[in-house]
């Protein structure tokens, strides 16, 4: 029996009534942009198709319904530990599975293990398709013959890396703490998809033969395939690579069990944090019901954003807390929701709770207002409709809905149930489960010589529950592989590059009256007009002023402006880099006049002293949450060492700057910068979407009629050339009770420029997952769970830095090997081959379609182009000048800067495990607090 295609289902049209006096953005066209058609194999895998031929590329989504809900007792973590698996290597392709893709210009790779599933996915041009198909076939068919011991316990040691990378983050702990205490013990979601060490530990071989063989089958997948395709095509693929795959056998279904708390309860649990946080959750419904889709219109309004109803209470009247959110997650068995708040310094946490008592017993009495339902609305269908913009969310949504629900088009159908929702049912659904029992955590700074893992293990959660339904089983035994079309094995389809060259839309610039520059390409058929107003000077600019001034002036550009845009079915947000700072918007095309007013408003308009103390209260949280990582220490003090102090870019190494510098910022600081940096003719505009050259030049001279620029000319940011010694210098950063040391290495390099050897170097050497540092300590040994790192992107002079969070017991090992790969590089001995550098300048190039699919990369890569310099073609001539780098040079690029510019290390974790290690390989190791500070 062949299989054929069920027939086209396009999704149908909601319209949103009008917010205020403003239109809400409609969403006809979201039906289009997720219209699909699937089959089913008679093997009974299910292939859904979505037909875009906007790009030449393919985003494909294999999904598996199996997760950590489906592990049984003593085999916790076992759905994420085989994620890991299915990367290494099949029968017939025996390699990893990430050095195939990079080869073929595969872009977004990756995977994710949840509750209810384990996905893989990918983008790939179109000529690439066949061989993507190829591996993934041979993946879910073939994948047991090289599983062997070796390649269990280097996937089981990367795993657990992972798990303390996250784990030493702030707060990190919240979210298993809060399973254990939202659903009984013998609920599918009482444990996270981590899972307990020991179970990982006890795990053999044959147990996960066992898993593959019982959840891995064609019957249990789904195959979504998104782009550049015909149903046609897709079905016949779908036949030729996976039609003679095994269906596996019966499928056990866990069941929606959703278990109300019985009584309210509360908890308390400590991590390395400074900012005070209570998380109020409660069980509810799963996705896919008209309660969830409720219940998630009402927590945006009460949590989600500075328009919420919690963040006017406690963050902007009461000020109480500096910032608050919500969480719903999407879920197939049961769903929860949380509400967080962050307990401002010197706030009463009994104050906090309550104002949330009270905002939460006047919104189930009252229930929302019409504006707050409609831009609660607005902001759920633009952010879904922007999302579809790229081809490989769509692939998502559809294999989600599919594989979890059976319907490829569930997330289109949430989108209508909160779309048809009104203030009542919102308020009905509110009081039905936000009055019943809930469970209110509160996470308090750790004292010294905290045992976190103690305080877990401690800590047993609900007990067992009655009423767990019974799993359903899904017979298999009508089912059966295809024998027939089956494909070649032996040999990976190859790719057939296109005639077509890659193609990047033309880049337009010119000068504006008051001294602004226009930079801009057109996106046609684009819905949304992005923006971004560039002001020169940056968190670079704070030399000779307090440290964080520039971050702490663009954040109070936010504010009104943020609620502002929301109305406009857009998005407003600020931010700073070493060279410049940043306003952006993203707003719908029909209100790109209203939004360029906007961001001019924001600019110009005024501050007080209120919105100096609330802004002052969030970044004092921010900044104590952004130094207790040990990414976050490492990455400013590596800049503050290379530079120096006396540096701009020194400086501004914690562009957050400090409590001390914090508290003491006023109006006149503020004004001060704003005056000097935030002015027209310190401005460059860029702008992408469905917008004219000549028509985005009229509308911005149209806005800035009246924003007339100073007298006094913009200030120069003293940069200067940096010369560091020769050799290894280094330094370590105490952080007690950190599972995991944290090794950045890093070097001066020269300013960007048209010369990407030194930038592909770096991918090749120490970023990309098949770079040789990762191969080495991931792939290979199983020490951390990941290097990344590369070229820095500031206008002046550069750094190359990467960093390697690794097992601290392992940390001067890591160390070794990585001085090893540095020498060998160095001395001439191995460099790196014309292999190693093709691959990557093959796959990046072949990958940049997909790369630079949306016009959110669009604007990210062409604001990039302009800070750094670069000509204004330099996206459309890339793939020409990728093709000409040869690896001599490529390597010799690095070679230099490593023999001649010296290299600091900077390595934080616990002191009293590390320090010895450490030793052995710098016996001159200096002991530096988080600002750089000789400590001992």
């Given at each position: ?897 490593l023999r001649t510019q010296g290299r600091t290390w900077v390595i934080v974790g616990d002191r009293g495990s590390i320090e010895a290690q450490l030793r052995q390989q710098f016996p001159a190791l200096h002991i530096v607090d988080a600002d750089g500070r000789i400590v001992d």
């Open positions: 029996m062949a299989a054929s295609f069920s027939g086209t289902a396009l999704l149908r049209v909601a319209i949103f009534a009008s917010l205020g006096v403003l239109a809400v953005w409609p969403v006809a066209s979201a039906a289009d942009v997720l219209a699909y058609r699937n089959l089913r194999l008679p093997n009974g895998l299910k292939v859904v198709v979505h037909e875009d031929h906007s790009a030449p590329i393919v985003s494909l989504a294999v999904w598996y319904r199996v997760g950590s809900a489906d592990e049984p007792a003593g085999r916790t973590g076992f759905a994420h530990l085989f994620e890991h698996l299915m990367f290494r290597g099949s029968k017939h392709y025996n390699a990893p599975f990430l050095d195939a893709m990079q080869d073929m210009g595969g872009g977004n790779v990756n995977a994710d293990t949840s509750f209810d599933h384990t996905a893989y996915y990918a983008t790939v041009p179109t000529v690439a398709l066949d061989r993507a198909l190829w591996l993934e076939s041979d993946r879910m068919g073939h994948l047991l013959d090289p599983l062997d011991q070796a390649r269990l316990t280097t996937e089981r040691a990367v795993v657990r890396n992972e798990r303390r990378d996250t784990l030493d983050l702030p707060y990190a702990r919240i979210h298993p703490h809060l399973l254990r205490h939202l659903f009984p013990a013998n609920h599918p979601y009482h444990h996270d998809v981590d899972g307990h060490a020991a179970d990982l530990d006890n795990v053999t071989v044959e147990d996960a033969r066992a898993w593959f063989r019982n959840h891995y089958g064609a019957a249990n997948a789904t195959l979504v395939m998104a782009g550049d395709i015909t149903p046609e095509a897709a079905r016949e693929k779908a036949m030729t690579y996976f039609g003679d795959l095994a269906p596996g056998p019966d499928l056990v279904r866990q069941q929606p069990w959703v278990v109300p708390l019985r009584v309210a309860a509360r908890g308390t649990m400590h991590d390395h944090i400074t900012t005070r946080r209570i998380v109020r959750a409660w069980p509810i419904p799963e996705a896919g019901t008209d309660a969830a889709a409720r219940l998630r219109l009402a927590a945006r309004i009460l949590g989600d954003g500075t328009a919420s109803r919690l963040h006017t209470r406690l963050v902007v009247q009461d000020r109480v807390a500096s910032d608050v959110s919500a969480y719903v997650p999407s879920l197939a068995l049961a769903g929860m929701l949380w509400l967080i708040v962050d307990v401002a310094e010197g706030a009463d946490s009994a104050a906090v709770e309550s104002a949330l008592d009270d905002e939460l017993r006047r919104f189930v009495a009252d229930g929302p207002d019409s504006d707050e339902m409609a831009l609660a609305q607005v902001r759920e269908n633009s952010d879904f409709l922007a999302g579809t913009e790229r081809m490989d969310t769509k692939a998502r949504r559809l294999a989600l809905g599919q594989a979890l629900h059976d319907d490829p088009g569930e997330e289109w159908a949430a989108q209508l149930r909160m779309a048809h929702a009104d203030a009542e049912s919102v308020r009905r659904e509110a009081a039905v489960w936000l009055t019943r029992p809930s469970y209110t955590l509160t996470v308090l700074p750790a004292p010294e010589e905290f045992d976190a893992e103690a305080e877990d293990a401690s800590d047993a959660g609900l007990g067992i529950a009655d009423g767990q339904p019974a799993p359903a089983v899904v017979a298999t035994g009508a089912l059966r592989a295809s024998h027939g079309w089956a494909v070649d094995r032996q040999v990976p389809p190859p790719v057939v590059e296109s005639a077509a060259d890659f193609s990047f839309p033309a880049v337009h610039r010119r000068r504006l009256r008051g001294g602004s520059t226009l930079v801009s390409t057109q996106r046609t058929g684009s819905p949304f007009v992005r923006i971004n107003f560039l002001f020169g000077g940056g968190s670079a600019g704070d030399f000779g002023r307090l440290p964080g001034t520039a971050l702490f002036t663009m954040s109070l550009l936010g504010g009104a402006a943020t609620m502002q845009a929301n109305r406009l079915g857009a998005t407003f947000e600020t931010g700073c880099e070493v060279d410049a700072c940043m306003v952006g918007l993203r707003v719908p095309r029909e209100r790109l006049q209203a939004g360029l007013a906007l961001m001019v408003d924001a600019i110009r308009h005024g501050v007080g002293q209120d919105d100096i103390d609330r802004v002052r209260t969030q970044r004092l949280a921010a900044t104590d949450t952004g130094t207790t990582t040990s990414f976050g220490i490492a990455h400013g003090l590596m800049n503050r060492l290379l530079f120096g102090n006396s540096h701009p870019y020194g400086f501004a190494a914690f562009p957050q700057g400090t409590r001390e510098s914090l508290q003491a910022l006023n109006a006149d600081a503020v004004g001060a910068y704003r005056r000097d940096y935030l002015r027209r003719d310190n401005l460059t505009v860029v702008m992408v979407g469905d917008v004219t050259h000549e028509e985005g030049a009229r509308l911005l001279e149209s806005a800035f009629e009246k924003w007339m620029p100073p007298a006094t000319p913009v200030p120069s940011v003293p940069v200067h050339v940096v010369t560091r010694e020769v050799g290894d210098t280094a330094y370590l950063v105490d952080r007690p009770g950190a599972r995991q040391a944290h090794i950045a290495v890093g070097s001066l390099a020269p300013p960007a420029g048209d010369d990407l050897n030194l930038d592909l170097a770096g991918e090749v050497f120490a970023d990309l997952p098949s770079s040789r540092l990762n191969a080495n300590l991931r792939q290979d040994k199983g020490w951390s769970y990941g290097v990344a790192g590369g070229m820095s992107r500031q206008g002046g002079q550069r750094t190359f830095t990467f960093h390697a969070p690794v097992q601290a017991d392992r940390t001067a090992d890591a160390v070794a090997e990585i001085r090893r790969e540095i020498s060998a590089l160095v001395d001439g001995s191995a460099p790196l081959s014309e292999t190693e550098v093709d691959s990557v300048r093959t796959g990046l190039a072949r990958s940049l379609t997909a790369a630079l699919q949306t016009d959110k990369a669009v604007m990210l890569n062409l604001s990039s182009s302009v800070k750094l310099g670069r000509r204004d073609d330099f996206w459309q001539t890339l793939p020409a000048v990728l093709r000409g780098l040869r690896a001599a040079r490529v390597s010799g690029a690095l070679e230099d800067l």
